[in-house]
C-alpha cells in the first residue's frame, strides 16, 4: 500500500500506438516498470480507462509520483489537445492536457515528443552532445540533439516523415515516400509477406533473418536503405557526430542496425562521411526513459525538447 512515508517518485509514459510502458524511479525503491497493451478499437474514452486503472495499479503497489513526464508520438497543440495521431485516429481532438490532469491531480506533468525524448535520452545516456536518433516501430520516430539541446526548438523533429522515395508507399499521414512508409516495422512486414507470398508475424522474419530467407533479407534490407537514406540527408544537413538506431522493431532484429550502418557508410561522400550509426544503447526503451528524464527535468532545470506543461 502506498503512504504519505514513501517519497514522491518520478514517472515516465511511453504511450505507443499499440502498447504503453510504464517506469517510475525514486530513490530508495527498485523501479517500477510495466508494459500494457491498448484495447482495440481505439476508441480514447476505453484507453484512458486501461489507463487509469494501471495508475491506479501502480500508486497501491509501488508509491505515489509526484513528477509525470510523457512520450508522445502524436501531434498536439500548444494547450495540449491532440491535432492528428495516424495510429490511433479517433484521439483526434483529445484534449490530452486535460485528462493527464484528472490523472495526475497531485503531480506537475508535462508533454513531449516521443522521439525527442529519445534523442535526449540517447545522449544523456551517452554523455554526447550531438546525437541524431532513429525509431522503428508502429511509425518511425526520431530526434536531434545538437550542443545538447533539442532541435528544432519549436516543435519536434519528424525525422519518419522526411520524403526518401517521392514515388514510394503511400504514408498515413497521406502523402507517398515518407519513411515511415518504406522502414517501419509494419511496412516492412507487409513487405515481408508479398516476397513470401503469406502473411508474416514479427517472429516470423526474425527466423527468417535467422535462417537466411530471401523474403526475409530483402524486406529487411529495403527498410536499411531507407533508414539509410535518412541517416545520411541528415548528416549533409546537421553533422551530428553519430547517429543511433532503436526501437520496438529494430532492436530484437539481429543485424537491422549493423546493416543500416554500413548502407549509410557507404552513401557517404569525399570529405562528408555519414554519421557512424550505432545501436540504441537503450535499446527499444529509449523514448520510456526520455519520459523519465522528462519527469525528473520537471523537478529542477527545464527539459530541453519543446514541451506541453500540464
Known amino acids: 500500500m502506498s503512504g504519505p512515508h514513501r517519497p514522491a517518485g518520478v514517472l ?5 500506438g499499440t502498447k504503453v510502458a510504464l517506469r517510475a524511479e525514486a530513490p530508495g525503491r527498485p523501479p517500477y516498470d510495466r ?4 484495447p482495440h478499437g481505439a476508441d480514447p474514452a476505453a484507453d484512458l480507462a486501461v489507463l487509469s486503472a494501471e495508475v491506479d495499479r501502480l500508486r ?3 508509491g505515489p509520483v509526484g513528477a509525470v513526464g510523457v512520450a508522445m508520438p502524436a501531434t498536439t497543440d500548444a494547450a495540449g489537445t491532440v491535432t492528428t495521431w495516424p495510429g490511433r485516429p479517433g484521439w483526434a481532438g483529445l484534449d490530452l492536457a486535460g485528462a493527464l490532469r484528472r490523472l495526475f491531480p497531485d503531480a506537475a506533468t508535462a508533454v513531449a515528443d516521443d522521439g525527442d525524448l529519445a534523442a535526449l535520452a540517447e545522449a544523456r545516456r551517452a554523455d554526447a552532445d550531438d546525437v541524431v536518433y532513429l525509431g522503428v516501430g508502429t ?3 526520431g530526434g536531434v540533439v545538437l550542443a545538447g539541446r533539442s532541435v528544432p526548438g519549436r516543435s519536434s523533429a519528424e525525422i519518419g516523415h522526411m520524403v526518401v522515395a517521392l514515388d514510394g508507399e503511400r504514408c498515413d499521414c497521406g502523402r507517398r515516400g515518407c519513411l515511415q512508409s518504406i522502414a517501419s ?7 515481408a509477406a508479398v516476397g513470401r507470398g503469406g502473411e508474416v508475424s514479427f517472429d516470423d522474419l526474425r527466423a527468417g533473418l535467422d535462417e537466411r530467407r530471401p523474403w526475409a533479407v530483402a524486406a529487411v534490407d ?6 539509410a537514406a535518412a541517416v545520411v540527408s541528415l548528416g549533409e544537413l546537421l ?3 553519430g547517429a543511433r538506431g532503436g526501437g520496438a522493431s ?10 543500416a550502418a554500413e548502407r549509410a557508410r557507404r552513401a557517404g561522400r569525399p570529405g562528408r562521411p555519414a554519421p557512424p550509426v550505432r545501436a540504441a544503447t537503450l535499446g527499444a526503451s529509449s523514448s520510456l526513459h526520455g519520459a523519465v528524464e522528462l519527469a525528473r527535468d520537471l523537478t529542477g532545470t527545464p527539459v530541453c525538447p519543446p514541451s506541453v506543461p500540464i
Do not use: K
Not at 516495422?185 to 513487405?191: K, N
Open 35 to 38: 508494459t500494457f497493451r491498448w
Open 139 to 141: 511509425g518511425i520516430g
Open 239 to 241: 553533422d551530428p557526430a
Open 222 to 227: 529495403a527498410s536499411c536503405r531507407a533508414l
Open 12 to 16: 515516465g509514459v511511453d504511450v505507443g
Open 250 to 259: 529494430a532492436a530484437p532484429l539481429p543485424g537491422f542496425v549493423p546493416l
Open 185 to 191: 516495422g509494419p511496412a516492412t512486414l507487409r513487405r
Open 60 to 62: 497501491d503497489g509501488w
